[in-house]
């Protein structure tokens, strides 16, 4: 749930703070009081287009910063993990953008710089925004299938994953398929050039990281005078003479004679002296043991050198080393086996493909069995939503179409659309095609209480979609607000009052002046402002006491009914 949301020099709005609550809230005031700039504020937050003529006159830029609470089985603590967004559920989800003067935007994940892209993808998980005129996916035709697999995912989930896994598998078949039957007369000439390089690469007879190895060798065998010099002479400095160890043997000899009468203090330095002779005297042996080691071949020098000049020559060509020599080789040897075997190849992936298409068109057809019986289920819920809407006698269906073999896609091989006939005598039409703008209010409402079980948005958000109804058809609306925030939090914005006695929380939305400047503030309404509220929306201008009266009556009846629905349904 959307829990607190800051809205700083946005519009007309200088600074304001909302403090949300769990169900149905309400956002009510005079025409042009600034309503919509709330509605604005979250359509930022959920990744919409900004422009610096939301920014308030006079500030360097609008800041929105919303903080969610959002459960840890959300499908949003995915979406974050796989942008690399930190998050933890145990903790709010708080998004910020920033607009400035300038146009620009910035957005920020719990304090993460994200681009617009990634805001909208979470965002459009956290708030659905619905204005009686938008044009959003459950009116697009192309949308509708996904919103079907969505209400019946436990049935048909299990079966596009099979039929998405043969689709692919044709997909990559049919794929290399038109690239071999693409093959052309340039690629033929090239086998003469593939041969020559297979033939090249093949005959040196390369080791992976030989050029490495044989280049530390070459190293060696080209100072092996001076390590042999150097070797010897530390050998005999450490061995020989009166310097090196028979000097500190005879020290060590001393010292232990002298550490029998005072062995507090010199029994000690007498066993380091003698530890220090041992660790020389075997660091002498292993100096001889390497100086003799050592090996003098002006042959083997040359061989190498002649090895990686090969080598030098062939990554000229192919790679930058051995390995990437090795991977080109056999990526030109798959190619020409691919063209000297081109018809044989290619009547075996015809074959495949035959049998994948066979296997795709089962799937699909399993496919399409489970979302008709899946429809009917859905159409049958939305007329029984709509009933509810009083819309009795509009008809809800679910057509389904066979599409070309040639556009069947991942989604399946089924056109999708949802039809509606609001009136008796009326053909199916699409639901774009609604006219009546009190319709269109309620089967999107409708649409909205099937769809709120399934597509796990937490925040919905009506604005004005009660344009064009009132009396029985707007308490309806207001009815079916209510019992949907039980299972999601609802913001509506409504100049109706038969809908705002049924909020949960009340805000009014007014304007201010200070003779210099307008300022737009919101007011959380406690029980008696809200009665003054609903009465100026019941008489406009002027409340008088039967307003006010009205105003009450209408509330302890909205209680009443609130407390049914709570009783039928669980609450948030």
């Not at 949308?143 to 994953?161: M, N, S």
């Not at 159409?379 to 008809?395: D, G």
């Not at 009326?426 to 079980?453: D, N, Q, T, Y």
């Not at 006491?545 to 009450?552: E, F, I």
Request: charged share 30%; aromatic share 6%; proline share 2%.
């Amino acid at each position: 749930m959307l829990q607190e949301l800051s809205i700083r020099h946005l519009a007309v709005i200088e600074q304001v703070e909302l403090h949300c609550k769990n169900g149905f809230h309400v956002l009510t005031g005079e025409t042009g009081a600034g309503k919509s700039i709330i509605i604005d504020a979250l359509g930022l937050i959920a990744g919409g287009r900004s422009s610096s003529d939301l920014v308030r006159y006079g500030s360097d830029k609008a800041t929105i910063e919303a903080s969610f609470q959002v459960g840890s089985d959300h499908p949003v603590w995915t979406i974050l993990s796989r942008l690399g967004i930190e998050g933890d559920a145990e903790e709010h989800l708080i998004i910020r953008r920033e607009i400035t003067a300038q146009g620009k935007s910035a957005s920020r994940i719990n304090g993460q710089m994200i681009n617009l892209a990634m805001l909208k993808e979470v965002g459009e998980c956290l708030v659905n925004i619905h204005g009686q005129h938008e044009h959003q996916s459950l009116f697009k035709v192309e949308e509708h299938v996904r919103w079907l697999d969505l209400f019946g995912d436990a049935q048909i989930g299990p079966v596009k994953k099979a039929y998405q896994a043969a689709y692919d598998e044709y997909q990559s078949i049919r794929k290399q398929v038109r690239e071999l039957q693409e093959t052309s007369k340039q690629a033929l000439q090239m086998m003469d050039l593939y041969r020559f390089q297979v033939e090249e690469i093949r005959s040196a007879k390369l080791k992976p990281g030989e050029d490495e190895q044989l280049t530390e060798e070459r190293r060696k065998l080209s100072s092996a005078e001076k390590l042999f010099q150097n070797a010897a002479d530390a050998y005999d400095l450490l061995y020989g003479g009166s310097k090196g160890l028979d000097a500190i043997g005879r020290a060590a000899q001393k010292l232990q004679d002298i550490a029998a009468i005072d062995p507090a203090k010199l029994q000690p330095l007498a066993e380091q002296v003698q530890n220090a002779f041992y660790q020389l005297e075997d660091a002498a042996y292993q100096m001889r043991d390497y100086r003799d080691e050592i090996e003098f071949n002006p042959a083997r020098l040359d061989f190498i050198e002649q090895r990686l000049d090969l080598i030098s020559s062939l990554r000229r060509k192919y790679g930058e080393n051995v390995a990437d020599i090795l991977a080109h080789v056999e990526k030109i040897e798959q190619e020409l086996d691919l063209i000297e075997n081109k018809d044989e190849k290619l009547q075996q992936l015809q074959q495949q493909e035959e049998a994948a298409i066979r296997e795709l068109h089962q799937r699909a057809k399993k496919l399409t069995d489970q979302r008709r019986l899946v429809a009917e289920r859905l159409a049958s819920e939305i007329v029984t939503e709509l009933r509810e809407l009083h819309m009795e006698r509009t008809q809800f269906k679910v057509q389904m179409d066979a599409l070309d073999v040639h556009k069947m896609s991942r989604d399946g091989a089924d056109q999708v659309e949802f039809l509606i006939s609001a009136n008796p005598g009326e053909p199916m039409r699409s639901l774009s095609r609604i006219a009546s703008g009190g319709e269109i209010s309620r089967v999107m409402l409708a649409l909205k209480s099937i769809f709120a079980r399934v597509d796990r948005i937490p925040v919905l958000v009506f604005d004005e979609v009660d344009t064009g109804v009132s009396g029985r058809a707007a308490q309806a609306i207001a009815e079916k607000m209510s019992k949907l925030s039980r299972g999601c939090q609802v913001f509506s914005i409504t100049h109706l009052p038969q809908v705002a006695c049924m909020a949960d929380v009340h805000y009014r939305i007014h304007k201010m002046t200070d003779g210099e400047r307008t300022y737009t503030n919101i007011d959380d309404l406690s029980d008696g402002e809200r009665i003054h509220e609903l009465a100026r929306m019941l008489g406009g201008v002027e409340v008088t006491d039967k307003t006010l009266q009205h105003a009450q009556e209408m509330i302890t009846l909205a209680n009443d009914k609130k407390a049914s629905i709570g009783a039928a349904l669980p609450k948030l």
